[in-house]
Nanobody, 114 residues
Framework: QVQVAESGGALVQPGGSLRLSCAASGTVLGIYAMRWYREAPGQQREFVGE???????RYRDSVRGRFTISRDNAKNTVYLQMDSLIPAETAVYYC????????WGPGPQVTVST
C-alpha cells in the first residue's frame, strides 16, 4: 500500500498563501498521477487538483488560477501551493493517488480566518 504524509497545514488570513507538501518514504511517487482533495466540515471530500507523471495539471474551477500543483521527483514530494485563500476553503486537505488507491491519512488542517 502507498502511504503518504501530508504537512504544512496552518491558520492563514483571507487572501494569504500556504503550501502543502505530500511526501512518501519507500514509495516512488513519480510513477503515479497524484491528486489533492479537501473535506470541509459537514461536507463530502472533493477534488481539488491533479498532476500527472509528466507534470500536466488540472484543477476544479473554483481554484484554477489561484492554486498550483507541482512535484519534485528528486525529493519524492508533491506540492499544493494555495494563493488568495478564502474562508470557504477551510478544510482538511488530503493527498492520494489518482483513484484513491493509497492509504487515506489524517491530512493537515487548513483554516482561513481572521
Amino acid at each position: 500500500q502507498v502511504q503518504v504524509a501530508e504537512s504544512g497545514g496552518a491558520l492563514v488570513q483571507p487572501g494569504g498563501s500556504l503550501r502543502l507538501s505530500c511526501a512518501a518514504s519507500g514509495t516512488v511517487l513519480g510513477i503515479y498521477a497524484m491528486r489533492w482533495y479537501r473535506e470541509a466540515p459537514g461536507q463530502q471530500r472533493e477534488f481539488v487538483g491533479e498532476i500527472t507523471t509528466s507534470g500536466s495539471t488540472r484543477y476544479r474551477d473554483s481554484v484554477r488560477g489561484r492554486f498550483t500543483i507541482s512535484r519534485d521527483n528528486a525529493k519524492n514530494t508533491v506540492y499544493l501551493q494555495m494563493d488568495s485563500l478564502i474562508p470557504a476553503e477551510t478544510a482538511v486537505y488530503y493527498c492520494n493517488l489518482r483513484g484513491g488507491r493509497g492509504v487515506w491519512g489524517p491530512g493537515p488542517q487548513v483554516t482561513v480566518s481572521t
